[in-house]
């Protein structure tokens, strides 16, 4: 198991140094703490988001990551139009 997390940090390192433009679409993905980071929340309040059912992930050994289209998709869905 410690070997898959270790391939799978090493592959999530490797797809962070590649140009955006060369990554594949919808294949970047985040650990809680970068999406907290992202949008300024605890990363308990993330985690809170997932175990809802709010925002998609995937549980990896104990690793829960959320790719960049999930978190696009979570935003978009809780976007309100302004009120003037």
């Known amino acids: 198991m410690q ?7 090493t592959l999530i390192a490797a ?3 590649q140009p ?7 294949r970047v ?3 809680a703490q970068e999406v907290a980071e992202r949008l300024h929340l605890s990363k308990g309040h993330v985690y809170s988001l997932v175990r809802q059912g709010e925002v998609a992930s995937v549980k990896i050994g104990r690793r829960v990551l959320i790719s ?3 978190l696009e998709e979570f935003l ?9």
């Open 3 to 9: 070997e898959l997390d270790s391939a799978i940090a």
């Open 76 to 84: 978009d869905r809780s976007t309100s139009p302004a009120h003037y």
């Open 15 to 17: 797809a962070r140094s």
């Open 68 to 70: 960049e289209d999930a």
């Open 20 to 26: 955006a433009e060369q990554r594949p679409p919808g």
């Open 29 to 31: 993905m985040l650990t």
